[in-house]
């Protein structure tokens, strides 16, 4: 939709550009610098949301993989689903959606998968570059079939950042769509540690770290994040008051 409107766009800006009589009187010269403008301010808003991470080269991803923030989520579910192989677990998709859904780890790994080398950036200050395997989150979305009222998908994650509390994030559905948006089940070519999110976490590639949801159960879609948490859209934005678009 951004491209047909930008090529309208484009379209509208050369017409009116190529005639230059009409474009000799005032106010037909202002409407073509106010279009110039907007285009100016469309490109580099809208296209700068969907331009691509930067994707690197196998000799290039880091020997250690660090982890950071919740290494073991501890609690007694968790334990019970990693003893069992992770059998029992289940990705709910659920909210503002026409079919919710219920996934088990085989049935994500029957999709189209998608790989990556990507540099993770945690603004604790340190950086490190991995190879994500997993499923482009667009595909599970339209399985899932948003409803036109959903604006926002809220990731809820299994470690508990104390009095019950769990992890949880947000995205809008730029960045939902994004081709390299993935939920990832393995980094380096190995199924998800424990340390790293297992057994399935979100890689949004142009935003922070924070952004990354480990040890995802459930993605629910919404149409304002006010009801989430403190409202601000995550743990870290509603605790620490970090930005809701943290984006790189
Ligand atoms: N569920 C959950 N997700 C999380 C966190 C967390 O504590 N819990 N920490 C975040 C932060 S701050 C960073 S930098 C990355 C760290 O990912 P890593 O442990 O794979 O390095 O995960 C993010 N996602
Ligand atoms: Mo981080």
């Not at 992770?86 to 994500?108: C, E, H, N, Y």
């Not at 993770?120 to 989150?137: F, M, N, Q, T, Y």
Request: hydrophobic share 40%; with cysteine.
């Amino acid at each position: 939709m951004i491209l047909t409107r930008r090529s309208l766009l484009l379209g509208a800006i050369a017409s009116l550009a190529g005639c230059d009589r009409l474009a000799s009187t005032p106010s037909v010269r202002e409407a073509l610098f106010s279009a110039e403008n907007f285009h100016k301010w469309a490109q580099r808003s809208l296209m700068a949301r969907d331009a691509l991470a930067r994707e690197f080269r196998p000799d290039q991803i880091s020997p250690i993989f660090r982890a950071n923030g919740t290494a073991n989520p501890n609690t007694p579910a968790y334990k019970a689903l990693w003893r069992g192989g992770f059998a029992d677990w289940r990705l709910r998709i659920d909210g503002l959606v026409t079919r919710p859904l219920s996934l088990s780890l085989p049935q994500l790994h029957a999709l189209p998968h998608r790989e990556q080398i990507t540099r993770h950036d945690c603004v604790e200050g340190w950086s490190a570059i991995g190879k994500w395997r997993g499923v482009p989150l667009k595909t599970i979305l339209d399985g899932a079939g948003l409803r036109d009222t959903a604006r926002y998908l809220v990731f809820h994650c299994a470690d508990n950042m104390g009095a019950g509390l769990p992890y949880y994030e947000s995205i809008d559905l730029i960045d939902a769509f994004h081709p390299q948006t993935i939920l990832a089940f393995a980094l380096n070519d190995r199924p998800l540690s424990v340390a790293n999110g297992a057994p399935l976490r979100l890689r949004v590639e142009r935003q922070l770290g924070y952004k990354q949801a480990k040890y995802l159960m459930r993605i629910e879609a919404v149409q304002h994040l006010s009801a989430i948490g403190a409202g601000k859209g995550g743990y870290w934005e509603d605790h620490a008051g970090y930005d809701w678009y943290a984006g790189i």
